[in-house]
């Protein structure tokens, strides 16, 4: 039988699936992505990997590797830019993700973020939970009211354009986008603009797939374009913003606040950021929602179905 190495633990119904057609071998970890030499070991060792984010399989590690076992990376999540795929390539193994999957819980993240930075909601529980609320007053925790304001998404794929219906439709938001292409399929009011036009409204989020092309996308400069009461949301990857520019950003009172899911250096958040009442900080919850993640297994289970059978690869990057 097919030898499958998950490396890490995924939903039971996930597992079952696998386990239905694959010799499967799983690191029963939660948290802890593959070490130099257990990547090395999974393309010896195993006919087929289902890694997911923080698994580095990188040019480096294909090199160590000259014949690999290995013919097929059925990524777990839509992001593969911890995967050197035309390294993988040259390698003869084949590349999958799970798009779609993913884009409405990763589009509620956002909002989420967006509505806990603007109303200070986590700063207000905090003051609750320490004791230190002495009741409602009028001017009391006062934030920004999104009904009405201006956003500009970086980035208009499946989740930057289901973030937009969200901002539209649920809060009456005038919507500005940035995008690498023309983007012409959309189903309500919005504009494409320059980027700095994009990072000049009243609520910027993010929302590129990360890789080379979009590293430190978010640079000083990119900041500089912001408003001094804007907020910036990135639920991308940690590496698009120059994360260092962004702390600089905050404590200079450039921008009036930031909500973040992702971090450069994951899971390492800069002290600064920890201690700044103006920032919402979530653990990578994008995808955290049970449902949300037996699709994501299963769709990664069907690509390496697909492989097995001989049959074209339904997500192939």
């Not at 084949?94 to 993913?102: D, E, F, H, L, Q």
């Not at 109303?119 to 004791?131: D, H, Q, S, V």
């Not at 979009?214 to 912001?226: E, K």
């Not at 404590?251 to 958040?269: M, R, S, T």
Request: aromatic share 4%; charged share 20%.
């Amino acid at each position: 039988m097919t030898r499958l190495l998950i490396t890490r633990r995924l939903p039971d119904r996930v597992m079952e699936a696998a386990r239905a057609r694959f010799d499967v071998t799983e690191r029963n970890e939660e948290s802890v992505v593959l070490s130099a030499d257990e990547l090395r070991a999974a393309l010896r060792d195993f006919d087929a990997v289902l890694p997911t984010l923080g698994d580095r399989f990188q040019a480096d590690v294909f090199a160590d590797v000259p014949a690999p076992r290995t013919k097929i990376l059925a990524n777990f999540g839509v992001g593969y830019n911890h995967i050197d795929v035309a390294a993988a390539r040259a390698a003869g193994i084949a590349v999958t993700n799970t798009p779609g999957a993913v884009t409405d819980a990763t589009a509620d993240i956002a909002m989420t973020l967006m509505l806990m930075t603007a109303r200070r909601a986590g700063e207000g529980e905090r003051i609750l939970r320490a004791g230190r609320w002495i009741g409602w007053g009028p001017t009391q925790m006062l934030g920004m009211h999104l009904t009405g304001k201006t956003v500009g998404i970086i980035g208009m794929g499946r989740i930057g354009k289901a973030i937009a219906r969200r901002c539209h439709f649920g809060f009456g938001m005038t919507v500005l986008f940035h995008n690498r292409s023309t983007v012409h399929d959309l189903d309500l009011p919005a504009t494409q603009v320059p980027m700095d036009r994009a990072m000049a409204a009243d609520v910027i989020v993010v929302a590129v797939p990360g890789g080379t092309a979009t590293h430190h996308l978010i640079n000083a400069a990119a900041l500089s374009h912001m408003q001094p009461h804007a907020l910036f949301i990135n639920i991308a990857r940690g590496d698009v913003v120059d994360e260092a520019a962004l702390v600089a950003a905050l404590q200079a009172g450039q921008i009036a606040g930031a909500g973040l899911d992702v971090y450069e250096f994951e899971p390492v958040v800069p002290p600064a950021l920890i201690a700044m009442e103006n920032v919402t900080l979530l653990p990578h919850l994008g995808t955290a929602a049970l449902e949300v993640r037996e699709a994501m297994g299963l769709m990664a289970v069907d690509n390496l179905i697909a492989h097995l059978d001989g049959r074209p690869l339904p997500n192939q990057v």
